[in-house]
């Protein structure tokens, strides 16, 4: 078994649908991030939500073994980039000491040099994973530019059939898929996580994502993972 653990959660937490399944409904919407702790350890966050997350201080309702895991969106132009770069490395330090990772949005089409500098620095600042999105990963040319930066891609086993063997962390991305796709799926990725690699497993449903969460994490917990 690996010696890192396994990040299980969903992709966003503030979300007013999940009010009354996964969260209380007389529960306050700024109560949610202490609530989803308590039944997930992980999160990944979109961007405005971990730009909110650090306005209005989660880390106070979280312990100091929850795990964020940041989203940030494609950026159309240098200036985007370098907007992007300055804003995770003046993160605040409590916020950052909780954040495991960044995936960064990043189609094929984006692929140039001026990019790869970009991406670098990011690398310098947190462990990190492009999502290409349900592309062929070998077609469009991903596996040979993540593995020029010792990176991963984000893996979505409902259209690729296996994550990227490269780099030092991994998220993968699921939506409907049954248990028994799942427990191929947790072992596809403990076999990534041999060593010292860090993965996470994230629901992407935007109706009941936390609840299916729970289900993963149960069932990676029986696996041993």
């Not at 062929?136 to 993540?146: K, L, N, P, T, Y």
């Amino acid at each position: 078994m690996s010696e890192e653990y396994l990040m299980i959660g969903s992709f966003g937490l503030d979300v007013d649908a999940w009010q009354g399944a996964f969260y209380d409904d007389k529960l306050p919407a700024d109560w949610r991030a202490a609530s989803y702790s308590t039944l997930l350890r992980s999160v990944l966050l979109p961007q405005a939500e971990w730009q909110k997350a650090i306005i209005e201080d989660w880390i106070d309702e979280v312990d100091e073994e929850f795990r964020f895991v940041l989203y940030a969106e494609s950026c159309a132009n240098d200036k985007r980039f370098s907007s992007l770069v300055k804003e995770f490395s003046v993160l605040p330090a409590a916020f950052s000491a909780q954040v495991a990772g960044v995936v960064l949005q990043f189609q094929p089409e984006m692929v140039s040099s001026e990019n790869k500098a970009h991406i670098k620095e990011i690398q310098q600042l947190f462990p990190l994973c492009l999502d290409a999105g349900k592309v062929d990963i070998s077609e469009s040319g991903m596996d040979v530019f993540c593995d020029s930066l010792g990176l991963s891609c984000v893996w979505y086993p409902a259209v690729q059939t296996e994550p990227l063997p490269s780099g030092d962390f991994l998220v993968t991305l699921i939506n409907q898929e049954t248990l028994p796709e799942q427990r191929e799926i947790v072992s596809q990725i403990e076999r990534w996580m041999s060593g010292k690699r860090r993965a996470g497993l994230f629901n992407i449903n935007r109706d009941d994502a936390p609840l299916r969460a729970q289900e993963t994490r149960i069932l990676a917990e029986l696996m041993g993972v």
